[in-house]
């Protein structure tokens, strides 16, 4: 018995104007029953049902390749490599500021102390035992090591020990003697003209002033401070070569007039340093902080210099690169002072020319 075509569909609620048959009417049950009878053989596959489902996936997935055809394609990360992220722009480095001139003084004062504990027994290194014989050997020492003015002075002071003497002396021999120490000539010159000054004009006696000291021939500032610092006891900066490249170095002047480097570092420390800072410098700059190639890693001071790297950085390799007593090596002096460390430098051998020979007997 097939139910009526108004109760089937009223029965899925489709429509809400269709009377529902009362209970005990007749077809009241049979509606309902040929309804579930109808829904079950959808459900078991009817044709209906199959072609609707059918439908709807197929209507499903077109929708889904057109919605995955409009989205962008995600590139995946090969396999085993790391995810890649957005690379951040890089922060520029802050530029350092620039040391104060009160920073400046405090480190070069800190580098002084540090000297002094790394030599305690700076001192000049030229060999002298009065004022005079410490003014001619300073004049000497002009472009040549000390090392080659102290082989020579012995003999220099054995012919002519005193102003008076080498006044008097005759050039020709006075410059055989002094050769050695290169522009002999012109430095013969200047020895026999202080000479003559000091006896003429100071009773033969080094005076005990700049001032005086720099009317002599030859003699400068730097040659001044020596003479005053190392025997009259007057603090004075000495610069020389090392002692310019230096201070230079570590920042402490711009400044290349040996005056103005004077002036300027005379600023910085007290007076009283003045003379051993200048000896503590030379030692330095001529052991471990050379010119060319200095040894930074065997340097005491590396922590305090801005010119840290210039030079050898490997401990192994700058300790080769140690001289004098740093290095295992005689010193520059021929009598050095009792405390100092290393061992006296070897007398000058002067070489004489063998004899012609004669005629064959």
């Not at 102390?113 to 027994?121: M, S, T």
């Amino acid at each position: 018995m097939t139910a009526p075509t108004d109760s089937a569909v009223g029965e899925q609620g489709s429509s809400p104007s269709v009377r529902r048959p009362a209970k005990g009417a007749p077809g009241a049950g049979a509606a309902p029953r040929a309804a579930g009878k109808a829904s079950t053989k959808a459900g078991a596959g009817g044709p209906a049902a199959g072609g609707a489902r059918a439908a709807g996936t197929t209507g499903t997935a077109s929708g889904a390749k057109k919605a995955a055809s409009k989205r962008p394609a995600s590139k995946k990360p090969a396999q085993g490599s790391a995810p890649t992220r957005s690379a951040k722009p890089a922060k520029s480095a802050k530029p350092a500021k620039p040391e104060s001139h009160l920073a400046m003084v405090r480190r070069a004062r800190r580098i002084n102390r540090e000297l002094a504990e790394v030599y305690p027994y700076a001192h000049p290194e030229l060999d002298f035992t009065n004022p005079f014989e410490l003014l001619v050997a300073t004049v000497l020492s002009a472009q040549t090591t000390d090392l080659r003015v102290n082989q020579t002075t012995p003999a220099l002071f054995a012919a002519y020990p005193t102003p008076e003497d080498m006044a008097a002396a005759v050039p020709e021999e006075l410059e055989e003697i002094i050769r050695p120490t290169g522009f002999f000539r012109a430095k013969a010159k200047s020895l026999m003209g202080l000479s003559a000054a000091l006896r003429d004009r100071f009773d033969g006696e080094v005076p005990g002033r700049i001032e005086d000291l720099v009317t002599l021939p030859g003699v400068g500032r730097k040659t001044a401070n020596v003479v005053l610092g190392n025997v009259f006891g007057v603090p004075g900066i000495t610069v020389d070569t090392h002692f310019g490249r230096l201070v230079r170095r570590w920042k402490w002047t711009e400044q290349e007039d040996p005056e103005k480097v004077e002036a300027e570092i005379c600023a910085i420390f007290p007076k009283s340093e003045w003379t051993m800072l200048s000896h503590r410098v030379v030692f330095h700059g001529r052991r471990i902080c050379h010119s060319r190639k200095p040894a930074c890693g065997a340097c005491p001071i590396a922590p305090l210099c801005p010119a840290y790297g210039e030079g050898e950085t490997d401990p192994e390799k700058a300790a080769k690169l140690l001289k004098y007593e740093k290095g295992g090596q005689p010193g520059q002096r021929l009598s050095p002072p009792a405390d100092y460390p290393g061992l006296p430098a070897a007398p000058l051998v002067r070489t004489t020319a063998a004899p012609e020979p004669g005629p064959a007997a």
